[in-house]
């Protein structure tokens, strides 16, 4: 099993920045894949990005791709996602999650561990 616990949610004016963090306890993330997803109110949950624990491999949905950055630190366990550059469309609930699926990337249902999600809201 897994545990994620996602932070660094905040407000942020159009063109700011904030660093999200997804700290993993429990069984260790080698064989996993981590990925940011969010959901806007009264929309879907969509993809943002995903990185292998083992290589770092990474992919990126085309409405962040240049903006944000995914990233882990191994020795905190730690998947972050970087966003520069934030729109107003960014603002939603930002959720990481977990899957040892070998497809890539991996689809949205692949992924069985779920943190709670945090707050991003970016201001015209």
């Known amino acids: 099993q897994a545990q994620l616990v996602e932070s660094g949610g905040g407000l942020v004016q159009a063109g700011g920045s904030l660093r999200l963090s997804c700290a993993a306890s429990?069984?260790?993330?080698?064989?996993?894949?981590v990925g940011w997803f969010r959901q806007a109110p009264g929309k879907e949950r969509d993809f943002v990005a995903v990185i292998t624990w083992a290589g770092g491999s990474t992919y990126y949905a085309d409405s962040v791709k240049g903006r944000f950055t995914i990233s882990r630190d191994n020795a905190k366990n730690t998947v972050y996602l970087q966003m520069n550059s934030l729109k107003p469309e960014d603002t939603a609930v930002y959720y990481c999650?977990?899957?040892?699926?070998?497809?890539?990337?991996?689809?949205?249902?692949?992924?069985?561990?779920w943190g709670q999600g945090t707050q991003v809201t970016v201001s015209s």
């Open positions: 429990g069984r260790t993330l080698r064989t996993y894949a």
């Open positions: 999650a977990a899957t040892r699926a070998t497809v890539w990337p991996p689809r949205p249902y692949d992924y069985d561990y």
